[in-house]
């Protein structure tokens, strides 16, 4: 089956610092990923559309120049969280739907972030 | 806008009972879709069905089975005799079926479901 990897897997960093997130499609073309968050014991909260080649689509109340989100190929998504404060430890994940359907769409395995 | 209510926070059940977890969604859209996914410990979200709004049809696989009714506006799960490895936070999510939205999914609030041996 298709299979969307995140990279890394988890991350500890200071506060201050920028942290990357990748999301990859590895066995397809995906056009559009979306990044979701999860706080602890809480539920996903979608934060952007990726689009390739074009700019994200943020959702409300989520800030774009915090969360800079980069589609530069049809495999690649990245997300970084800029400036990372121990507020924006949380769980990301994200999902790629395949190039030329609606319907089909797979989840990354998320990435934990923690900011000392 | 859309709304997802899973309003059972926390479910714990002995090993062999059957267990449903309700899910009650809210959408102005015609065409749409419905999904659960379990999320173990690990974190990774495990597919577990897509339902199409047009299609209300029962479904079973294995020991899973699931509830469509467009009247009720519910997508309830049932999990039959089950086992301890069914123990994880299981989310009911809906997603527009129109133009680009698919796959912009609102999510429940998410079950916690725990089975003791």
């Known amino acids: 089956g298709a299979v969307v990897s995140q990279h890394p897997s988890w991350v500890i960093c200071k506060s201050g610092t920028s942290v990357k997130i990748e999301c990859r499609s590895l066995d397809f073309q995906a056009t559009t990923m979306f990044w979701y968050r999860q706080f602890p014991k809480q539920s996903l909260m979608l934060m952007a559309t990726s689009n390739e080649g074009s700019k994200a689509t943020y959702e409300q109340g989520v800030e774009k120049d915090k969360f800079l989100i980069n589609h530069a190929s049809l495999t690649l998504s990245t997300l970084t969280v800029t400036s990372a404060h121990p507020e924006d430890s949380s769980f990301y994940i994200c999902s790629a739907r395949v190039s030329g359907t609606r319907e089909t769409q797979y989840f990354g395995p998320g990435t934990r972030l923690l900011v000392l | 806008a859309q709304k997802v209510t899973q309003a059972q926070t926390e479910i714990s059940v002995v090993e062999k009972e059957d267990v449903t977890l309700d899910c009650v969604y809210e959408t102005r859209d015609t065409t749409y879709y419905l999904f659960w996914y379990k999320q173990p410990p690990s974190g990774e979200l495990v597919f577990l069905i897509r339902r199409n709004s047009f299609d209300e049809q029962n479904e079973i696989s294995g020991r899973y089975s699931w509830n469509f009714q467009k009247s009720t506006s519910s997508f309830n799960f049932t999990i039959t005799a089950s086992q301890v490895v069914d123990s994880a936070v299981y989310f009911c999510?809906?997603?527009?079926?129109?133009?680009?939205?698919?796959?912009?999914?609102?999510f429940g609030q998410g079950t916690i479901l725990t089975v003791h041996p």
């Open positions: 999510a809906l997603s527009w079926a129109g133009g680009t939205s698919y796959g912009k999914l609102t």
